[in-house]
C-alpha cells in the first residue's frame, strides 16, 4: 500500500506507522542525504583537482604554523561532517 502527501506518493503506508518509526524514518533519510551530498563534493573536488593540474596549479592545504604545503588529492583529501 502506497500513501500520499501533497504531491508526494510513497510506496510505504506511512498512515500506519508510528510517529518514532517515521521519525527513525527521516533520520535515515538524513543520514542518507549526507552521504550524497559527501559524494557529490567529492566528485566535484576530483574535476576541480584534474582542472588545476591540466592549467599548472596545485589545490594544498597550508597549516599557519607550517612552511610547507600539503598538496591535496583524492587520497588525502576527505569530506568530514561537522559535529
Avoid at 10 to 35: T, Y
Avoid at 56 to 63: A, I, K, N, Y
Avoid at 69 to 80: D, S
Wanted: proline fraction near 2%; glycine fraction near 4%; charged fraction near 30%.
Amino acid at each position: 500500500m502506497s500513501t500520499r502527501v501533497g504531491p508526494y506518493i510513497f510506496d510505504i503506508d506511512l498512515k500506519d506507522m508510528s510517529v518514532e518509526k517515521l521519525q527513525f524514518l527521516k533520520s535515515g533519510c538524513d543520514c542518507f542525504i549526507k552521504q550524497k551530498h559527501a559524494e557529490q563534493i567529492e566528485r566535484e573536488f576530483t574535476e576541480l583537482n584534474l582542472r588545476a593540474h591540466a592549467w599548472g596549479f596545485d589545490l594544498v592545504c597550508q597549516e599557519s604554523d607550517s612552511d610547507s604545503p600539503q598538496v591535496l588529492n583524492v587520497y588525502n583529501f576527505k569530506v568530514k561532517e561537522r559535529e
